[in-house]
């Protein structure tokens, strides 16, 4: 009886299906009817899809989160784009991140263009002056910065270096004097001024790093340089105690 029943179920559904018509399996794509939902791929962006990218790119930039920041950021660019802010945070990812530094100068020329007192365009063509090997070059940006923004400390301690390298030890020591002078409770600049002044005025260096612990929010760390330099001017017993302590 089971046999009967499942034979007569088929023959019931082949007699369907030859009622009904079967339509025969096209041997070409069947065309979409895409009338007025089909979006041209020449059609500009909305204003509110530029807006959303360009604060995208801006949240993403703030998390240094470049590669996502870039993709959101050349799209608002390249549709018109042109802010001194947007060319800042393009001349920052190309710095940081694509290592393209014509696309730094070309953004962070840009930015000053539109926004001349723009002082981290100056810091971005400094560092990429100086990752080329472009010493002066960077000296000359640097100078910029420290001059219109005296607050740019890793910008002057790092002036002053380049400065001591290139044999200008007395102007260094000046930058530094005048940035310590300015941040007097500033770890790194008190740092640096002791690693200026060590050689001739090994007592100013001393007190120097002495405050630089003192003002460490890592104090273990900082009395390490102290230790050295008891080392380097052979006063082996103080940098024992020290370590002791």
Same mark, same amino acid.
């Given at each position: +009886?089971?046999?009967?029943?499942? !034979?007569?179920?088929?023959?019931?559904?082949?007699?369907?299906?030859?009622? &009904? *018509?079967? @339509?025969?399996?096209?041997?070409?794509? #069947?065309?979409?009817?895409?009338? *007025?939902?089909? #979006?041209?791929?020449?059609?500009?962006? !909305?204003?509110?899809?530029?807006?959303?990218?360009?604060?995208?790119?801006?949240? =993403?930039?703030?998390?240094?989160?470049? &590669?996502?920041?870039?993709?959101? =950021?050349?799209? #608002?660019?390249?549709?018109?784009? $042109? !802010?001194?802010?947007?060319?800042? *945070?393009?001349?920052? %990812?190309?710095?940081?991140?694509?290592?393209?530094? $014509?696309?730094v100068r070309h953004h962070a020329e840009r930015a000053l263009v539109l926004r001349p007192d723009n002082v981290r365009a100056w810091v971005y063509l400094g560092q990429a002056a100086e990752d080329e090997g472009e010493i002066d070059t960077a000296m000359d940006f640097y100078q910029r910065v420290v001059s219109g923004r005296p607050d740019?400390?890793? %910008?002057? %301690?790092?002036? !002053?270096?380049?400065?001591?390298?290139? $044999?200008?030890?007395?102007? &260094?020591?000046?930058?530094?004097? +005048?940035?310590?002078?300015?941040? @007097?409770?500033?770890?790194?600049?008190?740092?640096?001024?002791?690693?200026?002044?060590?050689?001739?005025? @090994?007592?100013?260096?001393?007190?120097?790093?002495?405050?630089?612990?003192?003002?460490?929010?890592?104090?273990?760390?900082?009395? *390490?340089?102290?230790? +050295?330099?008891?080392?380097?001017?052979?006063?082996?017993? $103080?940098?024992?105690?020290?370590?002791?302590?």
């Amino acid at each position: +009886r089971q046999f009967a029943s499942c !034979s007569l179920l088929l023959t019931l559904l082949l007699c369907t299906c030859a009622c &009904a *018509g079967t @339509p025969p399996i096209p041997t070409s794509p #069947v065309p979409q009817d895409v009338t *007025g939902s089909e #979006v041209r791929a020449d059609t500009p962006p !909305s204003v509110d899809e530029i807006r959303i990218r360009r604060e995208l790119a801006l949240a =993403l930039l703030d998390e240094n989160e470049y &590669a996502a920041a870039w993709d959101h =950021l050349e799209f #608002v660019l390249q549709h018109g784009g $042109d !802010s001194w802010w947007l060319h800042l *945070g393009a001349a920052q %990812i190309c710095l940081y991140w694509r290592l393209d530094y $014509d696309c730094v100068r070309h953004h962070a020329e840009r930015a000053l263009v539109l926004r001349p007192d723009n002082v981290r365009a100056w810091v971005y063509l400094g560092q990429a002056a100086e990752d080329e090997g472009e010493i002066d070059t960077a000296m000359d940006f640097y100078q910029r910065v420290v001059s219109g923004r005296p607050d740019e400390i890793g %910008i002057a %301690i790092r002036l !002053s270096q380049l400065l001591s390298r290139r $044999d200008r030890h007395a102007e &260094a020591v000046e930058l530094m004097w +005048r940035t310590l002078n300015a941040h @007097p409770s500033e770890p790194q600049v008190m740092l640096q001024m002791a690693t200026l002044v060590e050689s001739e005025d @090994p007592e100013m260096a001393e007190t120097l790093l002495a405050r630089t612990a003192e003002h460490h929010e890592n104090q273990l760390h900082a009395y *390490g340089y102290l230790v +050295r330099f008891y080392r380097r001017q052979g006063r082996d017993e $103080d940098a024992n105690q020290l370590e002791e302590w």
